[in-house]
């Protein structure tokens, strides 16, 4: 019976670390644990919703769901140690897509991100470099939005804060290495919101940064979305596509812990 007081079940290291479960290592004192899922560790700095934080590919609901799905996901993730030889091919991004909501892509996108910093810290450990201080950002689209229309309808101290937070998101979505992009699909937006999020999305693919995009519009609505082609032409040049197939089953569906 597995110890209650080891953390494999709450650390996203676990599927690559041989002490996962061993009641004398795998513990708060672990060190890996504590660079990863402290207050001020790699993943807690991610933004990751609390929903999805724990959720891997091996473990994630939505597998038993869309096989195929999954099928190309499980290649996704094989080419992650590219990160580490800048002569190999560049790590490509992903658009997530389905008509319907709740057909996992959120999950499936959280899940990408929570193996990319896990694959990160390991391989830089393994090749005794520092894991970078950020390497994964959350960036919820509909937050972002919801944040600066608030802006416009703030003043003061107030407003200056919130400013503050809407910067500190915009330069954690760029700047991260390898970044969740959920629900890219926002139609009813400001021309100033779109102008914010056409240049956050025109960073990360000048600059060649791995992006999962989730989106209930396909890679070829986008023109119309940013108002041009040349973003949105760039974007599909960079990704491949994966459609999840079916019904919500938003609600149904077991949550992961």
């Not at 800048?86 to 991004?93: A, K, L, N, V």
């Not at 972002?144 to 809407?166: H, K, P, T, V």
């Not at 000048?206 to 041009?228: A, D, H, K, Q």
Request: proline share 4%; with cysteine; hydrophobic share 30%.
């Amino acid at each position: 019976m597995t110890n209650k007081k080891t953390l494999e079940t709450k650390c996203i290291l676990a599927d690559r670390c041989k002490s996962a479960g061993d009641a004398v290592k795998c513990t708060e004192l672990c060190s890996a644990y504590a660079q990863v899922h402290s207050a001020t560790g790699r993943h807690s700095l991610a933004d990751i919703p609390r929903d999805y934080a724990l959720t891997t590919i091996r473990n994630s609901p939505v597998r038993a769901e869309q096989p195929e799905v999954y099928r190309l996901i499980d290649a996704y993730i094989s080419t992650f140690d590219r990160q580490f030889d800048e002569e190999d091919e560049p790590i490509r991004s992903v658009y997530l897509y389905s008509r319907n909501p709740g057909t996992g892509k959120t999950t499936t996108a959280a899940a990408l991100l929570n193996e990319w910093i896990a694959a990160h810290y390991v391989g830089s450990v393994k090749r005794g470099m520092t894991p970078e201080r950020k390497p994964g950002y959350f960036f919820d689209v509909n937050r972002w939005q919801a944040l600066f229309n608030r802006i416009y309808m703030s003043s003061g101290d107030r407003r200056d804060e919130l400013a503050g937070e809407f910067e500190r998101q915009r330069t954690n979505a760029e700047r991260a290495t390898f970044a969740v992009f959920d629900d890219i699909g926002v139609r009813e937006t400001s021309e100033g919101f779109r102008a914010h999020l056409h240049d956050v999305i025109n960073y990360r693919v000048s600059e060649r940064l791995p992006t999962v995009y989730t989106s209930n519009v396909t890679i070829e609505e986008l023109p119309e979305l940013f108002g041009e082609e040349r973003l949105a032409d760039r974007i599909r040049d960079l990704c491949v596509e994966i459609t999840f197939e079916g019904e919500s089953r938003r609600g149904n569906r077991k949550k992961t812990k």
